[in-house]
């Protein structure tokens, strides 16, 4: 993964993700869940063994479309920087985004 030091989105197209300060990231205000308590914990701990296993998903401007959960367990750990994937979506696009994420995290084995 490249480093954007000034937080923007990489202008390749072809960037999977980079690497950006985690303060320039801010939650999306139409995020349905709370995130907080044990599932923000499971996920520093994982984060802190095995590093991140995807990034988080980000408008250009630094909102948050997936990943609230890494984004707060990143911030427990006191991470500086975060692996970000942007994405210009439109307020309908994000939504379908999102709870396609949601719908293979409740698939996953720990939901099982």
């Not at 630094?62 to 959960?69: D, S």
């Not at 707060?72 to 985004?97: C, F, I, Q, W």
């Amino acid at each position: 993964m490249s480093t954007a030091t000034n937080g923007a989105p990489p202008s390749d197209g072809d960037t999977a993700a980079v690497y950006v300060e985690v303060d320039r990231l801010r939650p999306w205000k139409d995020n349905p869940r709370l995130n907080d308590g044990h599932p923000v914990e499971r996920v520093a701990e994982s984060i802190a063994r095995f590093g991140f296993a995807g990034p988080i998903v980000a408008r250009p401007n630094g909102e948050i479309i997936a990943g609230h959960t890494r984004y707060k367990a990143a911030k427990s750990l006191g991470l500086s920087v975060v692996p970000v994937r942007y994405m210009d979506l439109n307020d309908t696009e994000a939504h379908l985004l999102r709870s396609e994420e949601h719908t293979s995290e409740l698939q996953s084995p720990d939901h099982l």
